[in-house]
Structure formats: C-alpha cells, structure tokens
C-alpha cells in the first residue's frame, strides 16, 4: 500500500479520529492493529518475517536482560570475597555468554535478509566466477519476494537489541508493545529508522489532542503530499525517459538527467519522511528528523550528516565504531605504526572501517554492483576530502572573500552537483554505463537541446516545467526559512489563523498541482524498494 | 594537571591546533570532534594507556572535554 491510495487516506483520518476517541490505555493496541493491517495488505506472507524478526528479538533481548541482572548480583554477593582480577574475570565471561546470544539474533535476522536480498546476487556472482575458469556455473539462484520495508524495520530493531545488550536502556517486557516499535506502520516504508528510548515513550503514552501539535501534524502530511505528488511524480516521466534510451539522451541530456533526478529523489524521499513524521506529529508520536536541508552543505561529509541521518547514524554507532574500535582492528593499528610509520598506522582503523561502512551502505540499497561502486566512491571521495581537510582551512585563512555567502553557495551547488553525479550509479544500474555517460556529459557537447525546443520533448509540457519550477522555489524558500527554526510552528505561534489558512493553501496546492490527470497511478517510493 | 590529563591534550592537540582542550568542554556537541577524530582518538588513546574503549563507551559525556575523557580511561583503568 502506497501513501497516495485512496485506502491509505481515508483509513488514516479513521485512524486519527479513533485514536482521539478511545481510551488512553487501547490507542498503543489501536496503532499494533493498524500496523498489522497496514503490513497484512502487502501480503500475509511478509506478516512471517516480521513476526520472527519481532518474536525471536523479545525472546533474545530478555534473555541478554535476565543474564545481566544474575551477573550483577553474583558479583554482589561475592563483593568481599572475590578480588578485583576475579570479578574483572567473571563479568567479561558473562559478558561473552550475553554476547553470543546477541550474535545469534543478528545471525538468525540478518540472515534471512542476506538470503533474500542478496541470495540471487551472490548466487549469479558465484555462477559468473565459476565460469572464468571454466567450469559451467549453473548454481541455483533463488528468487524472493523482498518484504515491504525490511531494511528499515531490522535495522530498527537489531538496534534495540544491541542497546539493550550495551545495558544502554532496559527491554520491553510487554511482547506487543514491542511488536508495536518493530512495526509501526508510517515508518516502515521508508524509515526513519528510529531508536527505541526515543520512539517508545510516545509510542506507547496515548497522547492526549492537542490543537497546534496536530494542525501542524496535518500541515508537514499536506507539505509531504506536495513534495511526493506535484514534484516527484510530475518529473518521473523525464527521468525515465532520459534514463531508458543512454544512447539517444548521453551528453547534456545525461547533465539534465542529473538535475531531475536530484528533484526527484528529493522530493520523493523527504516526501515520505514528512508525511511519517506528520503522522507521528498528529498522534503525538515525535520521530527523527531525517534530512536538514542536505542541498546546503558545503562537503560530502556534511552532506552525509544532513541526508538519510538514521541511516547513517545507525551505521556510526553500530558499525563504525564497534569495528574501528574492536581488537583486531587495534592490534592492525599498533603493527601498522610499528611496519607503516605512526601517521599512517593510526588512521588504518578509520580506512578500513570507512571502506566498509560505505561497502555496505551500498549493499544496504541493493543487491547489484552499481550500489556497491556506489557506496565505494564515496568512501574514496570522503577520504580524500578528510585527507585534504588541512589545505582548506589554510585556503580559507588565506583567501578571506573564500568565507563569504557567495563562496558557501559555489559549495554547496558544487557539493549538490557532484552527490548527483554520483547518484548516476542509482539510475543508470550498471556500472560501464554510468562511467561511459559521466564522459558524455565532457565531449558529446549537444548544448543545443537547452534551447531548440528538445526539452518538451521529454514527456514535460509547458505547465509541467513552471509547476516543477515554482514548487523548487518554494522548497528552496522554505529551506532557507527553516534554517532560523521551524517555519510552521513559528507561524502558529504569531498567528493560529494565518496557520490555518496555510493548511488550506497546502492542500489545495496537493489538489490542484499533483500529478494526476487521467489514469493516475502514483509511483511507488524510491526508498521503498530499499 | 595530571599526567593522564597532560598526555590527553597532547593527542587532541595533534588533531585539532588550533582548539584549546584545557577549556573546551564541548568537542563534540560543538562539532570540533568528529567520527574520523573519535576513532583515531581512541587508537591514540588504547596505544598510550594500554586500555580497551569498546564502542559503548563512545558516548558524548565521555568525548566532550579532555577531562570528561580522562575520567574515562581512569575508569577504565581501575575495573
């Protein structure tokens, strides 16, 4: 089920109206039914992956609990009798016991992930190795159906799982309130991937109705309906075009391309996101914001703390560091200063766990190379621009007209340009291709088609180009607004009325300017495939 | 100053010059450390003290000031 179906709609201001309408105690039950149902319409056999991921992760994680708390008071008991060294010995042996079993929930689900997701992927790869020596590579290469939001929802939850064995928070006890994090409906097709001591509280609170939390709640669904329906939808047809026929749109069709996509996946993703976070803010569920304004940074690290932030975050605190930080990897380093030198011995952790993150980062959006070149390039320009960093600061001491407003927006379009070109990867799919439209865009030299009338023959009218244009002025007007706060709330706060009226405005402009016309399907979200 | 603390700011102090670590008390709420920082810090740091910093302990209140990390690797020290 998409955002846009009608049934989504409409069983959403049910939804709301029902949770106002109850008991306190039965709107966390009502949202777990919600969210089955939600989930059950994409397929009842998809209901079994999550109620494995959700049963095997309550059973595992209050295991993990009841093991730490034994511990702890058998340390307490021999408080006078062990010596330090004996208590030191006793809980990193018991530390190791809860460990495993933490190993073996993220063997059991990200396992059924791998299977799924990348069985085909690492069968056809296997079958191709085998046939460059000569040997007939006629493996089986299973076929899945891949869940709705999987990536998403056991991030989520191995998270949790990992946080409650770092003793960070203590486990859900109630198996359906869990359920209920594991598979709250908005964010489980595109995220945010959200973490629990942060979600579950509101989650699972009954909140009371509160006039401006909800009115602004419906203001960022209506401002995610726009993004995803008057501006996603309405250039996808360009960008499939432009993307389908790489021999007839290379050169500067390729340079087009670049820049409608970066719309559209804008558009699309932070579309989604709105509506989830809307959603939440109706319910008084509050989320984590997943985008802060992305297009305004001035490098590809600070574009990487601004876009997809949970995923990102959750890469950093779960992989990052654990495998930068863990002994082997230290061990490395010390034989790397000792055989490399200190400078570079010291930064081998951050190369390889870098290297890896982005790795899988890649994987993480799909199982075909194109991700995975994806993710390693931009491992490879992250480092070098990390290696770089110390000749900025020294051209930025220097040349002072190199921190003004100007300067940061050449960076930030330049920043913008080279993450779109990167992004080529994700539309074209194949790698060879990619490298080979990159080129096009230097030598093909078809500049013409920016003014002979080639441009409205990509499936765009006239209408479309000025509502694509107006609607990217108002995202880049509200941007630059919300980068003094919360535009909405700011407007409440002055004036409930001109609050209103803005939430009239919203949905009329959802009404009027969504790409509908006849025969209307919206297209699925980017990230859902994910 | 302890000599924990001394060695502390001397590491930092070869990450980021131009930063004073005997008064910062938010490197990473300000943004001064990132991840990049962070992990080379802790390779400096498990390499000097001959400690083990596992990933649970890569929290903002350990990594915000010199002492703030001093705290931790006596802590550290002692379990």
Not at chain 1, 192 to 202: A, H, V
Not at chain 1, 241 to 247: K, N, Q, V
Not at chain 1, 381 to 390: F, V
Not at chain 1, 497 to 506: A, D, E, G, I, N
């Amino acid at each position: 089920m998409l955002f846009t179906d009608s049934l989504f709609i409409f069983g959403l201001i049910a939804l709301f109206i029902l949770y106002f309408a109850i008991a306190k105690k039965y709107r966390w039950m009502l949202l777990l039914g919600a969210s089955i149902a939600f989930y059950a319409y994409s397929g009842w056999s998809n209901l079994i992956y999550i109620a494995v991921t959700a049963a095997s992760t309550y059973g595992i994680t209050r295991k993990i609990e009841k093991m730490a708390e034994s511990a702890s008071a058998e340390v307490k008991a021999h408080k006078a009798e062990w010596s330090r060294d004996e208590k030191k010995a006793y809980k990193e042996r018991e530390k190791k016991k809860r460990f495993r079993w933490l190993v073996l929930l993220l063997v059991l689900n990200f396992g059924i992930l791998a299977v799924i997701k990348y069985g085909a992927f690492t069968m056809r790869n296997v079958n191709s190795v085998m046939g460059w020596f000569g040997r007939e590579g006629n493996l089986p290469v299973p076929q899945f159906l891949l869940p709705m939001g999987i990536s998403f929802y056991l991030f989520q939850t191995m998270g949790y799982a990992i946080d409650v064995y770092r003793e960070k928070y203590s486990c859900e006890k109630n198996f359906a309130k869990l359920a209920l994090f594991v598979s709250f409906f908005p964010q489980l097709i595109q995220g945010p991937i959200s973490r629990y001591n942060e979600l579950s509280e509101g989650l699972y609170a009954g909140n009371d109705f509160e006039s401006k939390r909800v009115m602004l709640g419906v203001q960022r669904i209506l401002w995610g309906y726009f993004k995803k329906v008057a501006l996603a939808d309405r250039i996808l047809p360009a960008v499939t075009m432009l993307i389908s026929d790489s021999e007839q749109y290379d050169g500067i069709y390729a340079f087009i391309g670049i820049l409608y996509y970066t719309l559209q996946l804008y558009a699309d993703f932070t579309g989604g996101i709105d509506i989830t976070i809307g959603i939440g803010q109706v319910l008084g569920i509050p989320m984590a914001e997943n985008f802060q304004r992305p297009f305004f940074s001035k490098g590809i690290v600070e574009y990487w703390r601004r876009w997809h932030i949970t995923l990102n975050t959750w890469f950093k605190d779960y992989l990052f560091y654990p495998l930068s930080v863990c002994q082997p990897m230290l061990k490395l380093s010390k034989w790397s200063r000792e055989k490399l030198g200190k400078t570079v011995g010291k930064y081998v952790p951050v190369y390889i766990a870098t290297i890896a993150v982005w790795f899988l980062t890649g994987l993480w959006h799909g199982a075909a190379w194109n991700f995975i070149v994806w993710g390693l390039m931009n491992a490879v320009i992250i480092l070098i621009s990390e290696k770089l960093t110390p000749l900025y600061e020294k051209f930025h001491q220097k040349y002072k007209w190199s921190n003004t407003r100007p300067y940061e927006g050449f960076m930030a379009i330049r920043t913008t340009l080279m993450m779109g070109c990167l992004r080529m990867f994700d539309c074209y799919r194949d790698v060879p291709l990619t490298f080979k439209m990159f080129a096009s865009m230097f030598y093909k030299g078809n500049f013409h088609i920016l003014w002979d009338g080639s441009l409205m023959q990509l499936g765009l009218s006239a209408a479309d180009y000025i509502v694509l244009l107006a609607g990217t002025v108002i995202l880049f007007t509200a941007s630059m607004f919300g980068r003094k706060g919360e535009v909405r709330e700011r407007l409440y706060n002055k004036s409930p009325f001109v609050s209103c009226c803005l939430t009239v405005t919203l949905f009329l402009l959802v009404m009027i300017f969504g790409a509908y016309g006849i025969g209307y399907d919206s297209s699925q979200f980017i990230y859902n495939q994910f | 100053m302890s000599e924990t603390l001394s060695t502390i700011i001397e590491i930092l102090q070869d990450l980021h010059e131009d930063v004073d670590f005997e008064t910062e008390n938010k490197l990473i709420d300000n943004k001064i450390l990132d991840s990049f920082d962070i992990v080379t810090l802790i390779s400096e740091l498990s390499n000097e003290f001959d400690v083990t910093i596992p990933a649970d302990k890569i929290i903002p209140e350990n990594f915000n000031s010199a002492q703030a990390l001093a705290n931790m690797i006596e802590e550290l020290e002692d379990e």
